[in-house]
């Protein structure tokens, strides 16, 4: 849901589409398929990861829009999990700022358990000031600059979730 949820939002917002990164493994069932087709998923296959961090480039330098979920799946509880870094590293090659966002809500809307979603449940979303990480580039880009760069989106995905 968290897809359509921002789709609809950044649209709302700055009347672009969002077009996703996911995982490969998913085009193996008919609805992701479907869902990744539609949205124009850049699906990530793990012996090419820098094919999709390249398309991704490509899009953002076209003044298009990437969305990223750094935890990388579902969360099993609805609590933020420790994030990974492709927007880390996206946002370094790209130059390109990240735009925080927060939803509340969709986990309990559709627990991970769960084979539909329950009704009558509310989501809030919270977009975040964009934060630019231009500074970094020309450095070399360690694991640990990675992981600092992650570790702060996360910190402020997480306060948007308090707001």
């Known amino acids: ?14 009347r672009k ?3 996703y990164i996911g995982k490969k493994e998913a085009l193996e069932n008919i609805f992701f398929r479907f869902l990744y087709q539609t949205f124009d998923v850049i699906a990530i296959d793990p012996n090419l990861k820098y094919k999709a961090l390249n398309e991704a480039i490509k899009t953002l330098g076209n003044d298009g829009i990437i969305g990223i ?5 579902r969360t ?5 999990c420790t994030g990974k870094t492709g927007a ?3 946002a370094i090659y790209s130059k390109k700022p990240v735009l925080p966002v927060a939803i509340n809500g969709t986990y309990a809307l559709w627990p991970i358990d769960r084979r539909l979603p329950k009704i009558k449940r509310i989501i809030r979303i919270t977009i975040g000031k964009p934060m630019s990480f231009s500074h970094h580039s020309g450095k070399k880009i360690s694991k640990k600059l990675l992981r600092s ?7 402020r995905i997480a306060d948007l979730h308090l707001a």
Do not use: C, N, Q, Y
């Open 1 to 14: 849901i968290d897809p359509l949820v921002i789709t609809s939002a950044i649209f709302k917002k700055e």
């Open 17 to 19: 589409i969002v077009r």
């Open 69 to 73: 979920f750094p935890e990388g799946e």
């Open 76 to 80: 099993p509880d609805g609590k933020i």
């Open 88 to 90: 880390s590293r996206l």
């Open 149 to 155: 760069i992650t570790d702060s989106i996360m910190e």
